[in-house]
C-alpha cells in the first residue's frame, strides 16, 4: 500500500480480526507521518507504549518500535475497523478483504446446526463449489444466466440444514404449545399446566425436526385479557416473536373449531380425548410420535422435496450467496464472471 513515492504504509500481518495487529511504515519523515494519530517515534532500536489519538478521539493504545530511522512498527490491537481506519489516517491504502473459499466451507461447516449441513459444507470444502464457479466462467454468455439461477437454487436448498428455520407456536389458552414444545425439543423445557395463562414469556430454543435445525418459539395463549397486565405483555412479546418466524402453527384442541389465521397452518391437539381424529397429536402421551408428525408437516411446508446429493455443489455460507445475488445483479454475463474470478482468486466481493 503505497503512500508515495519515498514512503510506504504495509499490513504485516494477515488481514483479518486477531488479537494484535502490525503496521510498517517506511521512509523519510516518518515523525511527520506519526503525529497523523498522535503518536512520536522512540529512539532506533528501542519502542515505547503510546496512546492513539485523532481529532481528539482516542483511537488505541501500541507499541511503537523503531527499527530504523526510515522504518517504524506499530503493534496495535487487531479489530479490523480499527487497522484500516490507522492505516488511512496514516496515509496508505486500506487493503482490499481477502477470501478463502476452502476456509469459508469448513467455517460453515463448524457452525452447522446439523449433521446433514455439516455434510453438505464439507463436500463444498472439497472443492464442489470452486469447481462449479469455474465451471460458470468458462460458460457461453447465452447458458450463464440460468447456470446461475441453478446454483442460487441449490443455496437455498442447502441453508434448510445449515441455517435454523424458525417456528413459531400459537393458539387458545390449554391447546397444548407448551407441552408439544417440550416434545419437539426432546426435555421439559417449559412449564406445563392445566391452569391457561402458565406461559406469559415466549420461550426460545434449538431444536432439530426431520432432520432440519429448527428454532422453537413458544408464546402465550391468545385470549382477550386486560390491556398492559403481565399475561397481556407477554402476548405483545410472543406476537412480535413470532412475526419473526418462518412457520407458525395454529394449536386447536380437539373439541374446539379449527382455526387457522392467514398465513398459519393449522394442528390439532388433545389428541388422546375420545373421538379425536386421525392426525391429532397427543404430545403428552405420545411425545416422538407428535414430534414425527410435526416434522413430517414442516417437510411438506418447507416443499424439501427430493433427498439432497452430496455431489451437488451449492453455496453454503452468507457470504457465498451475496457474491452469487452480485453477480446476478451485473448489468452484463461479462461483469458476472469478473466477480467470480476475483472471487476464486481469494478477493471478496461485498
Same mark, same amino acid.
Given at each position: ?143 450463464? +444466466? *440460468?447456470?446461475?439461477?441453478? /446454483?442460487?437454487?441449490? %443455496? $437455498? =436448498? ?102 387457522? +389465521? *392467514?398465513?398459519?397452518?393449522? /394442528?390439532?391437539?388433545? %389428541? $388422546? =380425548? ?77
Amino acid at each position: 500500500m503505497t503512500g508515495g513515492l519515498d514512503f510506504r504504509v504495509s499490513l504485516l500481518t494477515p488481514d483479518g480480526p486477531a488479537g494484535v495487529a502490525v503496521i510498517e511504515l517506511r521512509g523519510q519523515e516518518l515523525t511527520e507521518v506519526l503525529a497523523r494519530v498522535g503518536a512520536k517515534a522512540p529512539a532506533v532500536g528501542s519502542f515505547a507504549l503510546v496512546h492513539l489519538q485523532a481529532e481528539g478521539e482516542r483511537l488505541d493504545e501500541a507499541l511503537v518500535c523503531a527499527r530504523a530511522e526510515d522504518r517504524i512498527e506499530l503493534h496495535v490491537h487487531g479489530s479490523v475497523p480499527l487497522v484500516r481506519e490507522l492505516i488511512e489516517r496514516l496515509g496508505g491504502e486500506t487493503p482490499r478483504a481477502t477470501w478463502d473459499l476452502e476456509a469459508d466451507c469448513w467455517q460453515a461447516m463448524a457452525d452447522a446446526p446439523s449433521e446433514q449441513g455439516a455434510r453438505i459444507a464439507l463436500a463444498q470444502s472439497q472443492g464442489l463449489l470452486g469447481k462449479e464457479i469455474q465451471r460458470l466462467i468458462d460458460l457461453p454468455e447465452n447458458e450463464f +444466466p *440460468g447456470a446461475l439461477a441453478g /446454483l442460487q437454487s441449490r %443455496g $437455498d =436448498r442447502a441453508k434448510l440444514w445449515l441455517e435454523p428455520t424458525r417456528i413459531a407456536l400459537q393458539g387458545p389458552p390449554n391447546a397444548g404449545k407448551s407441552t408439544l414444545f417440550n416434545a419437539l425439543v426432546g426435555f421439559a423445557r417449559v412449564v406445563t399446566s392445566d391452569e391457561a395463562g402458565t406461559t406469559r414469556d415466549p420461550v426460545l430454543e434449538s431444536a432439530c425436526l426431520a432432520g432440519l435445525p429448527v428454532e422453537l418459539v413458544d408464546t402465550a395463549g391468545l385470549r382477550r385479557v386486560e390491556p398492559g397486565s403481565l399475561e397481556g405483555r407477554g402476548q405483545v412479546l410472543g406476537q412480535k416473536l413470532a412475526q419473526s418466524a418462518q412457520v407458525t402453527f395454529h394449536l386447536t384442541p380437539h373439541g374446539d373449531a379449527v382455526v387457522a +389465521p *392467514g398465513g398459519t397452518h393449522a /394442528l390439532v391437539t388433545h %389428541g $388422546d =380425548r375420545p373421538g379425536a381424529p386421525a392426525g391429532s397429536l397427543d404430545a403428552l402421551h405420545e411425545p416422538l410420535a407428535a414430534a414425527e408428525a410435526v416434522g413430517l408437516r414442516l417437510l411438506q411446508i418447507l416443499d424439501v422435496g427430493e433427498p439432497w446429493c452430496l455431489e451437488w455443489a451449492a453455496p453454503c455460507s452468507a457470504t457465498q450467496r451475496r457474491l452469487l445475488e452480485q453477480v446476478r445483479s451485473q448489468a452484463g454475463v461479462s461483469e458476472g464472471k469478473d466477480l467470480l474470478r476475483e472471487a476464486l482468486s481469494g478477493t471478496v466481493c461485498h
